[in-house]
């Protein structure tokens, strides 16, 4: 059993408590999952997320809803424009 593997396992279950989610969020593995899977982040779990410097697995998220506060700018800034391609120019 991989511990790395498990944590990222369950933190891409959507059913998750929210207390467990914002726990996951500290393991850099699990944050990378949760970023990456969940359809179903918040805009406080989205602003943590990238603070907490998963901003790459987020932009790949194609869940992560275009009108999140900053988004934009955000993707912009990391020269990831081109992979959020249905944000508006």
Known sequence: MNLDAELSALAAQEDLPSDLVWRLLRHPAARRSMALRRRDLTERLIEEIIKL???RSL???TSVPADVSNAQDLWIGLGL???RAYLPE
């Open 81 to 83: 424009e081109r992979e």
């Open 53 to 55: 410097g998963s901003a």
């Open 59 to 61: 932009a790949a998220n």
